[in-house]
């Protein structure tokens, strides 16, 4: 039988992708599913649609809630919150180098450790020595992994992430892509995305 | 013990307030809530965002996406389901013929009738006839009914929610408000909201 999988498309500024991105990995486990973990870059589809900022600065209602229920769901989870400042942060260096570590297999702790140093500590995650820092904990060597995340082949890895976002029908964080295309949006449909990945795979043996 | 209570904020022509309305009495019953039903209007709001239509028109893919979750929820919940065309349905008509209900006693009937039209049947719901045709199942005289609904009382009434709504910080709908004033947005964050009313109220005693 084909093992379940999903792909998992997540923006670094986004603050719904991090509750999405701290429990994906226990859940998809215990639900035998395999992530595919795609950071890609919101700004480009924010711009298309006429937005130089998150909609959450732009729409302040909607930015007050989103804060608020943001908080509600990392209490429930049990994970420290505390909101960036700015917001959105640079996001451009930390989803390179989640690709080159993608790529090396030390991606997804990566990507982990950027969405804890922003969302729980506040801490500017656009700024390099921020991302040495962190690749120093994960025993990874900074210069060598910033000058892969600056090639060539890394840049335009990271641009097909977020060309394949698009064609998926991706308009948001953290969105999930089952394997027959069905599309899912926001940590509160991760649950659901899982799930579906299972039976469309049961279905198909 | 005081009883534990939420207003309930939704709009006719608001997809994900068509579950919500079939589903909330018998689960806020469950759990010991008393339900203040709200019909608003969302066109103001919008109006004071610069949108001129439904955020789901003016932004395709986000559109395309909510109409299969929404068809994925009323699969889930056994609700029928059939897109509405045009979408958004002129709703100020049904909104005022609530708000004379609610205060008759036949508003969350009206109400429940006036969704299931909308988006399990496909009716338009801006035409008087479809919406005399609705009371007289419910066993109410229309005339009087939608004489009421045109009275300065009720068309008050209506804008009075839809302030109330904005100044409970309300941008979408449906939308629930608690006694302390927490807000929660979204059909999928009713549970949660029905069980903060609880908790509250707990606490309080």
Redesign the interface.
């Known amino acids: 039988m084909r093992r379940p999988a999903i792909d998992f498309y997540f923006e670094f500024a986004s603050t719904y992708s991090y509750p999405a991105a701290m429990r994906i990995a226990p859940l998809a486990q215990a639900a035998g599913v395999s992530v595919r973990w795609r950071p890609f870059l919101l700004g480009p589809m924010f711009k298309a649609?006429g937005w130089d900022t998150s909609p959450f600065n732009l729409?302040p209602?909607?930015g007050?809630?989103m804060w608020?229920?943001l908080a509600?769901i990392c209490a429930r989870h049990d994970l420290a919150f505390r909101r960036p400042d700015p917001f959105p942060q640079s996001s451009l260096l930390a989803a390179r180098v989640a690709h080159a570590g993608l790529e090396a297999g030390w991606g997804e702790a990566f990507c982990r450790a950027v969405f804890a140093a922003e969302f729980a500590e506040g801490r500017p995650i656009g700024e390099e020595a921020v991302i040495e820092g962190l690749l120093q904990n994960l025993g990874v060597a900074p210069a060598p992994a910033l000058a892969r995340a600056r090639s060539d082949e890394i840049k335009a890895a990271l641009r097909a992430a977020t060309g394949e976002a698009e064609q998926a029908?991706?308009?948001?964080a953290p969105s999930f892509v089952a394997a027959d295309g069905e599309?899912?949006?926001g940590h509160?449909?991760m649950a659901?995305a899982l799930a579906w990945a299972v039976r469309i795979t049961a279905r198909a043996t």
Chains 1, 2 share one sequence.
């Open positions: 649609q729409y209602a909607k007050r809630y608020r229920d509600r029908g991706v308009f948001g599309l899912f949006w509160d449909r659901e």
